[in-house]
T-cell receptor, first 117, second 109 residues
Framework: GAGVSQSPSNKVTEKGKDVELRCDPI?????LYWYRQSLGQGLEFLIY????????KSGLPSDRFSAERTGGSVSTLTIQRTQQEDSAVYLC???????????????FGPGTRLTVL | KNEVEQSPQNLTAQEGEFITINCSYS?????LHWLQQHPGGGIVSLFM???GKKKHGRLIATINIQEKHSSLHITASHPRDSAVYIC???????????FGTGTRLTIIP
């Protein structure tokens, strides 16, 4: 079946512009996570969705970052007034979470490579 | 704060060698994930462990809950196993991942 997809795969933008990154999770997965992989920083958590609500936004680095999820499916991560330090690979993952007895393995998308010039 | 420490940072071995990568984690982590990332490639989940041991092909993952330690083993290593291996702890509750720094494994033919 289809895995997690993300778009665009690459995004180059100028400093100060806004960008939107999209994640399509696996159908039926209620949990959705955004992570970021920066050069020299490793992987870090950004935000977690359960259904359409985001009970944990603790990893968002500043108020320029926001995310939403609609219909319990697609999620969009928006970065306003981009800065060079926002350059990274943004990864989305989804899991079934909430199904009793099932491991909550996370399935990762291919990522969006964001470059801020 | 949940923490995950991984070692070694880099590992080079000859084809056929038995490989071990170690991961230690702090309290508050309910399960341990092992992930693989090839150069320029995406992240693939290898294992998710909350207890015991799991095996998939030449890969074996173990976890000791009392000692808060997990290991990933590769038997009969092959050059195609060359990748970055990352352990990640899943937080109690929402299971967001806290990542180790990764182990860059290179298998020489």
């Amino acid at each position: 079946g289809a895995g997690v997809s993300q778009s665009p795969s690459n995004k180059v933008t100028e400093k100060g512009k806004d960008v939107e990154l999209r994640c399509d999770p696996i159908s039926g997965h209620t949990a959705l996570y955004w992570y970021r992989q920066s050069l020299g920083q490793g992987l870090e958590f950004l935000i977690y969705f359960q259904g359409n609500s985001a009970p944990d936004k603790s990893g968002l680095p500043s108020d320029r970052f926001s995310a939403e999820r609609t219909g319990g499916s697609v999620s969009t991560l928006t970065i306003q007034r981009t800065q060079q330090e926002d350059s990274a690979v943004y990864l989305c993952a989804s899991s079934q979470k909430g199904l009793r007895g099932r491991d909550n393995e996370q399935f990762f998308g291919p990522g969006t490579r964001l470059t801020v010039l | 704060k949940n923490e995950v420490e991984q070692s070694p940072q880099n590992l080079t071995a000859q084809e056929g060698e038995f490989i071990t990568i170690n991961c230690s984690y702090s309290v508050g982590i309910s399960a341990l994930h092992w992930l693989q990332q090839h150069p320029g490639g995406g992240i693939v989940s290898l294992f998710m462990l909350s207890s015991g041991k799991k095996k998939h092909g030449r890969l074996i993952a173990t976890i000791n809950i009392q000692e808060k330690h997990s290991s990933l083993h590769i038997t009969a290593s092959h050059p195609r196993d060359s990748a970055v291996y990352i352990c990640a702890g899943a937080n109690f509750g929402n299971e967001k991942l806290t990542f180790g720094t990764g182990t860059r494994l290179t298998i020489i033919p």
